[in-house]
């Protein structure tokens, strides 16, 4: 069949053809339908009656014939609609955890960052932090497509950092961050922007109001810490960061700051929530 769930990834539905050995390794691939393991087959080509026969890759149960009764539903479209709505109802879990551990996957993953939260706010001001969140979400609503790109992008920009380039661009506050990304394995890249591309379209949502507010300040402390030019624990002086603050009000926007906020979404491996979950079984692994 074409396509399997991947319980290591927030039940997702993957496609064989986006597929190769080594990435189905690391996915727990199970049947939409029965739930059972299955394994991933390579495409192949052969000929038959003089002409070239292309046989797209698949996914097969382990005891199974060609005529195995879950792979004969996968090709109905019975089969087909079953599929779609397993997909929906991953998604509309996987949003749910974005919901509730998003915010405390990234924070971890901020290190020193955390404790200058309190300062930053601060030092911008109640009213400015506000208009910011209210700014990055009408950013969001207004230009989603856009922001999503840019998103993805970010990540890729990112990747590209483990063969050598260094992202010139954008401000990072704390060096280590970009070491961690590097846990992302290379195979997993497609799923890892699938997520990202998830997490921004959720953060469009009126749910996500809390975490857009949250992200905002972390931004704009980010950015203040960034321009310190401390990145140590001693760094980033209350005094330094007031300073800082009436600085970046007047050069830079929301825009700058949803930048920011979507390197940030890049570098976290999203993947491994699903897999620490999974083991916690908060996910729901079965049919
Ligand atoms: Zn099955």
Redesign the pocket.
């Known amino acids: 069949m074409r396509y399997a769930k991947s319980i290591y990834r927030g039940g997702a539905i993957i496609d064989a053809i986006a597929c190769d050995y080594s990435s189905s390794r690391s996915l727990g691939l199970v049947?939409p339908?029965?739930s059972?393991p299955v394994f991933y087959r390579a495409g192949s080509k052969y000929q038959r009656e003089g002409t070239t026969v292309e046989r797209a890759a698949l996914f097969s149960?382990y005891q199974g014939d060609d005529d195995?009764a879950?792979e004969l539903r996968a090709i109905r479209k019975e089969g087909q609609d079953y599929i779609t709505k397993l997909e929906a109802e991953a998604k509309g879990q996987r949003l749910e955890l974005y919901n509730r551990h998003a915010w405390a996957l990234i924070r971890k993953k901020l290190k020193s960052l955390p404790k200058f939260f309190d300062v930053a706010e601060k030092a911008f001001g109640d009213r400015y932090v506000q208009q910011q969140v209210k700014a990055i979400r009408q950013y969001l609503f207004t230009d989603l497509e856009e922001v999503v790109l840019e998103g993805l992008e970010a990540y890729d920009r990112l990747v590209d950092r483990r063969t050598g380039i260094l992202p010139k661009d954008r401000f990072f506050t704390d060096l280590e961050i970009i070491s961690d990304l590097m846990i992302v394995n290379l195979e997993d890249k497609p799923l890892q922007k699938k997520i990202i591309e998830e997490l921004i379209r959720f953060l469009a949502t009126p749910k996500a109001k809390w975490l857009v507010a949250k992200l905002t300040v972390m931004s704009l402390t980010q950015l203040a810490v960034y321009l310190s030019g401390q990145i140590t624990e001693q760094g980033a002086s209350k005094e330094i960061i007031n300073a800082i603050a009436g600085h970046i009000k007047q050069s830079y926007d929301h825009k700058d700051f949803m930048g920011q906020i979507l390197q940030t979404l890049a570098i976290v491996n999203w993947m491994q929530l699903f897999t620490e979950l999974e083991s916690r079984n908060e996910l729901k692994s079965g049919k």
């Open positions: 049947c339908f029965c059972e149960h195995h879950c």
